[in-house]
Nanobody, 124 residues
C-alpha cells in the first residue's frame, strides 16, 4: 500500500491543522492507520492510531487532548486533526498502515507501510 500524507504547512501557535493520509489503492479499509512524528534531532514518536473499522482509536498521552484521528474508508483516507498547536509540535508527520491490532498501537513494528511524511512547522 502506497500512502501519501498531506496537509502540512507553516502555522502559528494556537492554530489548527488537519493532515490527511490517502492511498489510491484498493484494500485500504483492512489496514489500521497510525500517525507518527519526528522532530529535528529527535526519534520518531507515536501520535495516534485508528483501527481498520474506525471503532478504536489510540493516542499518545501527551496529545490526546488536542489531536483527533479519524478515517473515511469510502475515500481511502485517514485524518489527523490537530488543535492548539504549539512550537513543540513542529515535526515531520508520517502515516503508516498495518494489519496487526493490539491493545496499544504505538510500536512501529506494527506497521508495514509508511508514507513519505509531511512537514508541520508551528511558529511562536
Amino acid at each position: 500500500v502506497q500512502l501519501q500524507a498531506s496537509g502540512g504547512g507553516l502555522v502559528q501557535s494556537g492554530d489548527s491543522l488537519t493532515l490527511s493520509c490517502a492511498t489510491s489503492e484498493t484494500g485500504y479499509s483492512i489496514y489500521n492507520i497510525g500517525w507518527f512524528r519526528q522532530a529535528p534531532g529527535k526519534e520518531r514518536e507515536f501520535v495516534a492510531a485508528i483501527s481498520w473499522s474506525g471503532e478504536s482509536t489510540y493516542y499518545a498521552d501527551s496529545m490526546k487532548d488536542r489531536f483527533t484521528i479519524s478515517r473515511d474508508n469510502a475515500k481511502n483516507t485517514a485524518y489527523l486533526q490537530m488543535k492548539l498547536l504549539k512550537p513543540e509540535d513542529t515535526a515531520v508527520y508520517y502515516c503508516a498502515a498495518g494489519r496487526s491490532l493490539i491493545a496499544t498501537m504505538e510500536y512501529e513494528s506494527l506497521y508495514d507501510y509508511w508514507g513519505p511524511g509531511t512537514q508541520v512547522t508551528v511558529s511562536s
